[in-house]
């Protein structure tokens, strides 16, 4: 028996299928350190998808299926063999699981451009403190030491300023499509 798909579906697929190319596209195209529409993608699943595996599961395959170009395509050379996963792969990883968590608690979806702005931000911090730790505590670079974690986040600091501008104009750009698409239809993300 062939898999039927209702017309609501269909729209959650598509929608699934874009914030995964455009999360994947802004890591590949050439762009500014951290400036890409991850975060944002992030920030929308955790709003718009009541379904938590489908929230969390949409950015983490556009973080993974971008990984394995990055590592093997473009990073190829630096590598003795085919990378699934960069070493500290858990930290970028959990920054986003973090991000989905604040779109899923933050009103967002109610379609208040202030908490939009204050969800993007304070998901570029967490992502920030998280990977920037991760990168302290994995990179002989840095002493191990409180020192040494003071460094990595000031190293950190244009990568920051870079993923936060980047949150909070993909997130406005993906939020203001979806509301503006789906204000006069029936499509609503909360009853996937």
């Known amino acids: 028996?062939?898999?039927?798909?209702?017309?609501?579906?269909?729209?959650?697929i598509a929608l699934a299928f874009a914030?995964?190319?455009?999360?994947?596209?802004?890591?590949?195209?050439?762009?500014?350190?951290?400036?890409?529409?991850l975060g944002a993608a992030a920030l929308f699943s955790g709003s718009f998808y009541k379904k938590k595996s489908l929230a969390y599961l949409i950015p983490l395959v556009a973080?993974?299926?971008?990984?394995?170009?990055?590592?093997?395509?473009?990073?190829?050379?630096?590598y003795p063999s085919f990378q699934f996963l960069s070493e500290g792969f858990y930290f970028m990883y959990l920054g986003i699981i973090l991000t989905v968590f604040i779109g899923q608690y933050a009103a967002i979806s109610k379609g208040k451009p202030l908490n939009l702005a204050l969800a993007a931000?304070?998901?570029s911090l967490l992502f920030y403190f998280v990977t920037n730790f991760g990168a302290w505590l994995g990179n002989p670079m840095y002493t191990q030491n409180f020192y040494g974690l003071v460094n990595s986040y000031v190293a950190g600091l244009p990568f920051l300023i870079n993923g936060s501008l980047a949150?909070?104009?993909?997130?406005?750009?993906?939020?203001?499509?979806?509301?503006?698409?789906?204000?006069?239809?029936?499509?609503?993300?909360?009853s996937v």
């Open 167 to 190: 949150s909070l104009i993909y997130a406005y750009g993906i939020f203001s499509a979806y509301w503006y698409f789906s204000k006069d239809s029936a499509f609503s993300m909360k």
């Open 63 to 78: 973080l993974f299926l971008s990984d394995l170009i990055i590592n093997n395509v473009i990073y190829g050379a630096f």
């Open 121 to 123: 931000i304070s998901s």
């Open 19 to 37: 914030l995964i190319t455009l999360a994947i596209s802004t890591r590949l195209l050439p762009h500014w350190p951290n400036f890409t529409a």
């Open 1 to 12: 028996m062939p898999l039927v798909l209702d017309t609501h579906m269909k729209k959650e």
